[in-house]
């Protein structure tokens, strides 16, 4: 037993040792290779106090340029341009703003503004002016004391007018496309009818504006008034008879037909830009009030209802809005009327008859 305990003492002995010897060996391998970094610990000072904020700077620091690159290069920016009201142009109308009973031609904007007077007679009305296909002249009516009647075709730029007409017996309501001018001129029944309005018929006449080509289009032993051309220059309305009912015809007179048939009368037809629509005036309620119909007579559509006359009416470029003469503020004035909303805007403020509006191009 003694011999036993021995042996087993003497091989811990001889284990422990081995394992020291490894142990030293491992250490000194280590040694030759590590190598010693020192690393530098900065002191930091602490404080009770509250740090002082860093200073913001104030201006913009400098960018560096880049050079621009295909992907790089800023898109174009679109700017929307404001549309001018209709589509732009200017407005001619008649006004006694002046001189009462004496009425001058003035244009001005859709929206009321650059009012400017374009005719000054003392001895004559300028009346129904009619816009040039180009915007640059009117044809426009001029009235004497004695009802003697002219047709005069004025530069707008150099106020120089031409007479292309001369008519005893009334002529008026020009109306000018690329086909020509058409109006109505008076004709006596009897021989003389200076002195009876009744005697004395209207008839539609085409004219060149220069004054040739007058031409004859209606017939009648009644009156023909407020001629208008589609935009097509395929046909003219107009109203005729004793009820001034409104009738179309084609440009050479011929195939002249009925419109449309309401109770009372219907004036100043205006065919649409896009020929959709003619615009007319009807005292069918016992005043007058604006109308539109389809060139076919269908769609009757009333735009005004309003206890004043409203008559004359014009429409815009675009075919949006109609300027028309209204009496609902005393004295005759222009006001705009957009057609899809039925809202109306005053653009005159005369303390005399602003009527008679055209709108050019």
């Known amino acids: 037993m003694g011999i036993l305990v021995e042996r087993t003492f003497t091989r811990c002995l001889s284990i422990s040792a081995l394992l020291g010897l490894l142990i ?12 010693e970094v020192t690393i530098p610990v900065q002191a930091v000072e602490t404080s009770t106090s509250t740090a002082e904020p860093l200073a913001v700077p104030t201006s913009t620091p400098e960018q ?23 589509g732009g142009g200017r407005i001619v109308f008649s006004s006694e703003r002046e001189e009462k009973y004496s009425y001058d031609l ?7 503004s650059e009012v400017t007077r374009i005719t000054n007679t003392s001895d004559e009305s300028e009346l129904s002016a009619s816009w040039s296909p180009d915007g640059k002249q009117i044809v426009y009516e001029s009235r004497s004391p004695t009802r003697t009647s002219y047709l005069y075709v004025m530069d707008i730029e150099t106020g120089e007018r031409t007479m292309i007409l ?21 004709r006596c029944k009897i021989e003389d009818c200076s002195s009876d309005m009744q005697e004395m018929t209207t008839e539609i006449y085409v004219i060149q504006p220069d004054g040739s080509g007058r031409t004859a289009l209606t017939f009648t032993l009644h009156r023909a008034l407020g001629p208008s051309w589609s935009p097509d220059f395929a046909q003219i309305v107009y109203s005729y008879g004793t009820s001034y009912s409104l009738y179309l015809m084609n440009a050479d007179g ?7 048939a309401i109770p009372g009368d219907s004036l100043d037809p205006v065919w649409s830009p896009d020929g959709e629509w003619i615009v007319f005036s009807s005292n069918r309620h016992d005043r ?3 109308y539109m119909v389809r060139p076919d007579g269908t769609d009757l559509t009333r735009l005004t209802d309003d206890p004043h006359h409203d008559w004359f009416p014009a429409w815009s470029p675009d075919g949006r809005y109609i300027v028309f003469t209204t009496e609902r503020y005393g004295e005759a004035e222009l006001c ?24 050019s191009p």
């Open 254 to 260: 011929s195939d002249q037909e009925a419109l449309v």
């Open 64 to 86: 560096l340029p880049v050079e621009p690159t295909e992907a790089s290069e800023p898109a174009e920016m679109f700017v929307e341009e404001e549309t001018a009201v209709g």
């Open 336 to 359: 705009l009327l957009e057609v899809a909303s039925g809202e109306v805007t005053r653009l005159t403020d005369s303390p005399l008859n602003d009527k008679m509006p055209d709108w």
């Open 166 to 186: 001369k008519s005893n017996r009334y002529a008026g309501d020009p109306d000018w496309t690329e086909a020509g001018i058409v109006y109505f001129e008076g």
């Open 288 to 290: 007058r009030d604006l």
């Open 106 to 112: 003035y244009t001005m904007l859709p929206d009321g």
């Open 24 to 35: 030293l060996i491992c250490l000194t391998g280590c040694s030759d290779k590590e190598t």
